[in-house]
T-cell receptor, first 115, second 114 residues
Framework: EAGVTQFPSHSVIEKGQTVTLRCDPI?????LYWYRRVMGKEIKFLLH????????ESGMPNNRFLAERTGGTYSTLKVQPAELEDSGVYFC?????????????FGPGTRLTVL | DQQVKQNSPSLSVQEGRISILNCDYT??????FLWYKKYPAEGPTFLIS?????DKNEDGRFTVFLNKSAKHLSLHIVPSQPGDSAVYFC?????????????FGKGMKLTVNP
């Protein structure tokens, strides 16, 4: 069974540009989560989808971040315009059921560097 | 304000010895805790968990202990192996408004020397 995949693995952009990160969850997983780790800090929750609906987006930093999950399959996270403090590793995770009844499986992450 | 704290950034132990990783939390509403393991360039991988109704959970070489009154948990690895070298994250399950999310600590880098 394929795990959670994320694309790209690395992205380097200039401040003010737009970047779109993609996450493909494990097939059949209705729950999809985005997390972010800024260097040296903890992994922080951004938002949670159940199928195509946003269940919780309380962790989204500001309105420069837009997450979508059309059709309840893959998800995208767009940052527009990017700022220096957006640099970090963005992780996607998926689970079949909601936690703690099921494990969250994480993807390898996308390392975003904003110059 | 950090709700899950891993105060030691790193730990180095000899192969075969015990590794003890500590974690503290501040939110008394947390009732489910997890440890994740992360290798470089990979995502976190679930290792072991514990519910607040228990004080110990064991899975092979890994045991997690929970002290609710002290808001403290620890992960014991025995015997430690070089392949255990990784960053370990302590996390708590936070349930709010019908959604559950993980609240992580900063992580601790474990190095097991052959």
């Amino acid at each position: 069974e394929a795990g959670v995949t994320q694309f790209p693995s690395h992205s380097v952009i200039e401040k003010g540009q737009t970047v779109t990160l993609r996450c493909d969850p494990i097939s059949g997983h209705d729950n999809l989560y985005w997390y972010r780790r800024v260097m040296g800090k903890e992994i922080k929750f951004l938002l949670h989808f159940v199928k195509e609906s946003k269940q919780d987006e309380s962790g989204m930093p500001n309105n420069r971040f837009l997450a979508e999950r059309t059709g309840g399959t893959y998800s995208t996270l767009k940052v527009q315009p990017a700022e220096l403090e957006d640099s970090g590793v963005y992780f996607c995770a998926s689970s079949l059921l909601q936690w703690p009844s099921d494990t969250q499986y994480f993807g390898p992450g996308t390392r975003l560097t904003v110059l | 304000d950090q709700q899950v704290k891993q105060n030691s950034p790193s730990l180095s132990v000899q192969e075969g010895r015990i590794s003890i990783l500590n974690c503290d939390y501040t939110n008394s509403m947390f009732d489910y805790f997890l440890w994740y393991k992360k290798y470089p360039a990979e995502g976190p991988t679930f290792l072991i968990s514990i519910s607040s109704i228990k004080d110990k959970n064991e899975d092979g070489r890994f045991t997690v202990f929970l002290n609710k009154s002290a808001k403290h948990l620890s992960l014991h690895i025995v015997p430690s192996q070089p392949g255990d070298s990784a960053v370990y994250f302590c996390a708590a399950s936070d349930v709010q408004g019908g959604s559950e999310k993980l609240v992580f600590g900063k992580g601790m880098k474990l190095t097991v020397n052959p």
